[in-house]
């Protein structure tokens, strides 16, 4: 096959615009008669129906990858049934995904010569890499960081979970979802600096994460 694709993993952290640009790039192929299809994770529940929407208020339908969807064998019917090669695939929180559904659009992209974008978070609230994510950064063609601004000026890494009075959150399940009243986007610094706060009005040691192997 002539068609050259690409696998593409835009990643930054909560609040960085990543589904907007999502949106926008699906726009603009809409405008120009391209084939495309936006696909999410059906662990994200804050949506009771197939949508991707941003947080300035626009959105667009999608379709729902469950866990156990083979993505290689649904891009094959979406095939048969336009009659047609699309030409993009647009995934919006990819760090859900897990790493067999990664390869599987990778094969979408080496097979078929399909575009497949990919955005998501880097890391988890305890910054540690989302299985997803990690698979996108080992196989991925282009990675792109979309950078986004902490209240200090440094640029956000961390997305932190926070409690109902604004505290960091240093344990948990690594998947809870949630928007602004759960997780702020911070610099490194800024996180240390407010954990470290924290453990001194609580007279508790400083929490440190062990380093996964």
Not at 91 to 115: C, H, K, M, W, Y
């Amino acid at each position: 096959m002539n068609r050259k694709g690409k696998l593409y993993f835009r990643y930054g952290t909560m609040g960085s615009a990543k589904t907007a640009l999502l949106l926008t790039t699906a726009y603009n192929f809409e405008e120009r008669g391209m084939k495309y299809v936006c696909l999410k994770p059906v662990i994200d529940t804050r949506e009771t129906k197939n949508v991707i929407r941003s947080r300035i208020g626009i959105e667009r339908e999608c379709r729902w990858i469950y866990g156990d969807t083979d993505l290689y064998m649904l891009a094959a019917e979406l095939f048969e049934e336009n009659l047609a090669v699309i030409d993009w695939f647009l995934i919006d929180e990819a760090q859900f995904l897990t790493p067999a559904q990664v390869d599987q659009l990778a094969r979408i992209v080496d097979d078929f010569g399909s575009n497949v974008i990919c955005y998501g978070l880097r890391t988890d609230f305890q910054t540690h890499l989302f299985e997803g994510s990690r698979r996108l950064f080992e196989i991925a063609d282009t990675i792109d960081e979309i950078k986004s601004t902490c209240s200090c000026g440094r640029k956000t890494i961390v997305n932190a979970r926070i409690d109902s009075h604004g505290d960091i959150v240093d344990v948990g399940q690594q998947v809870e979802i949630g928007g602004n009243d759960r997780y702020i986007a911070v610099c490194r610094n800024c996180w240390r600096n407010k954990r470290i706060e924290q453990a001194n009005k609580t007279s508790l040691p400083f929490p440190e994460f062990k380093t996964r192997q």
